[in-house]
């Protein structure tokens, strides 16, 4: 499943939409152990298998892609019933309207014993979770969750992305720990390069000129000026995957970089006027696709597949082995800029929030939490993702490989949730062959040197700070969005750029970056 990254990071709100539906007012009301009162205790082993010694039946809620097969059918659920004594019985809802239903399960009070794969955003999390609705689960995660408490004490940043200000963990996501998941590679086509006799570009001034040797000496040699030196997917996308050579992050899930502890938002700075004026020189002279505001998702990948391209950016090499071209290009480092910058763009480890949460009603939470725990481990991901051992996978120097029988087959989405995106599990190195072949290999270890230390996903936000961020971010984002292409594009010229500042003051971008700020200290002091 391919992430358009640089969209997600510029345009993507702290929260989803806060007209949510009201919440019941007959929940059943929690201790701090995350326990409903008047709830059994649980017969929940700390470790092993069976996790439960008496056979147990849950209930989730949770969301089934267009690519999937019932959930009952799939090996990963058949073979865990029997390894956990635990049976799952999933009440599945279509990718469509499932936001509604979710929400409907909450306003009525008809509650799972859990959501799985269920996409809470954090306004939900917290909203159900003060609301009684959903239980805490940081003090049962130190108990029942050792693979969970392992990835959390690695990487401090998932704890960050989904510890209330109140300092409750409501829902878990997805966690990604291999890096060429995290990143778009940086494609150039290594036949034109030879061809022109070039070398790989080290710096912004040297991209610079290979672009312009690709627009201009013919690489494809067909004696027409017809190739796309450089493109990216549609619309704003360019900006982050360039921003780390003008020394521009994306921290807190939004454009800022943290300076000493400090935010720093940075649309109006001289670095993204650098950044933008450089873009706008690429796109002037041809260099950059004309068609970068225009083109559909489909249309950019067709164009990764001609071999027609110098110079693009995916996360995998997918689309070229569509159509053969896969040996023309190589991945490249990012370029340094023009004040010695070369950081290279990242989402961050935690992903999918709210990808698992347990209710209220659950009374059997430790064992619950034990059963998704599973799955944040190798061997439980392994077999979410792979389903069984030589009748879909086979162990090639110790790592999961689809056979190619089974591929051929086009089962896979049958076979696992993990087809359709969102589940609750780990994506590691060991898990990751099908995302993760040896060309993408080679292109991410040129990327791993520039690699953010800590990429914090957007913390946190109580309602009310909640409410306060999306009604400036509704305009600041608008505004920032409409104004940057119209500078990349030639129609708006650099000599607006103070009045571009003054009018992201008007909209109040220090208040923003006030709320951005003190979320960040207390997100310090929970470490």
């Known amino acids: 499943m391919k992430r358009k ?22 929940k059943p009301s929690t201790e701090k152990d995350g326990k ?18 008496e056979p ?27 390894m956990s004594n635990i049976q799952v019985e999933f009440i599945e809802a279509p990718t469509d309207g499932f936001n509604e239903k979710k929400n409907l399960l909450f306003a009525s009070n008809e509650l799972p014993d859990a959501l799985y794969r269920s996409g809470l955003t954090p306004l939900e999390a917290i909203r159900y979770g003060s609301g009684g609705q959903l239980i805490p689960l940081e003090s049962l995660i130190d108990k029942y969750a050792p693979n969970i408490k392992k990835l959390m004490d690695t990487y401090p940043e998932i704890r960050s992305a989904i510890t209330t200000p109140e300092g409750h963990i409501y829902a878990l996501p997805g966690i990604v720990t291999v890096n060429a998941a995290r990143t778009d590679k940086r494609w150039m086509n290594q036949v034109w390069l030879k061809k022109l006799n070039l070398k790989e570009p080290e710096t912004t001034d040297e991209l ?7 627009r201009d000496k013919d690489p494809n040699g067909n004696g027409k000026q017809d190739e796309i030196p450089m493109t990216a997917r549609n619309g704003l996308s360019i900006v982050p995957i360039m921003a780390g050579s003008f020394g521009l992050d994306f921290q807190l899930g939004y454009n800022i970089n943290l300076d000493n502890d400090k935010v720093n938002i940075w649309m109006g700075s001289d670095r993204n006027k650098e950044l933008l004026m450089y873009l706008n020189k690429l796109y002037s002279e041809k260099l950059l696709d004309s068609e970068l505001f225009t083109q559909k998702e489909a249309q950019y990948l067709a164009k990764q597949g001609t071999g027609n391209t110098g110079f693009f950016f995916d996360q995998t090499n997918n689309p070229m082995l569509d159509t053969k071209v896969a040996d023309q290009y190589i991945g490249i480092a990012p370029v340094k800029g023009p004040h010695g910058d070369r950081l290279q763009l990242a989402q961050p480890v935690p992903r999918d929030f709210g990808a698992f ?40 120097d110790g790592i999961p490989f689809y056979t190619e029988a089974f591929l051929n087959s086009g089962n ?31 292109a991410q270890k040129k990327l791993d040197p520039y690699m953010p230390k800590i990429r914090y996903a957007s913390p946190m936000f109580d309602e009310q700070t909640a409410q306060q961020i999306n009604i400036l971010r509704n305009d600041i984002d608008k505004y920032y969005e ?5 500078f990349i594009a030639g129609a708006l010229s650099f000599d607006k750029w103070g009045e571009f500042q003054s009018t992201l003051k008007k909209m109040k971008i220090d208040e923003l970056q006030k709320l951005y700020q003190e979320a960040y200290d207390k997100l310090k002091q929970q470490k």
């Open 56 to 82: 147990l039946k849950l209930k989730m809620f949770t969301r089934i892609a267009p690519v999937n097969g019932p959930f009952k059918d799939m090996p990963v659920f058949q073979d865990y019933e029997k």
């Open 5 to 26: 990254w640089g969209t997600v990071l510029l345009s993507t709100l702290v929260v989803s939409s806060l007209t949510l539906s009201a919440c019941g007012t007959d």
């Open 357 to 396: 949460a347990i209710t209220s009603v659950n009374k059997n939470p430790e064992a619950t939490l034990r059963w998704v725990d599973y799955f944040f481990g190798d061997e439980g991901s392994t077999l979410l993702r792979f389903g069984r051992k030589g009748e879909n996978y086979e162990l090639r």
């Open 208 to 214: 610079y000129e290979v672009l312009k040797a690709f």
């Open 36 to 53: 409903s009162k008047g709830e059994t205790s649980s017969n929940a082993s700390a470790e092993g298998f069976p996790i439960v010694k």
């Open 412 to 442: 896979q989405g049958k076979i696992t949730p993990y087809a359709g995106g969102g589940a609750p599990h780990l994506i590691s190195e060991k898990v990751a062959s099908y995302i993760n072949p040896p060309q993408v290999q080679e």
């Open 482 to 486: 409409e104004q940057s292409t119209k």
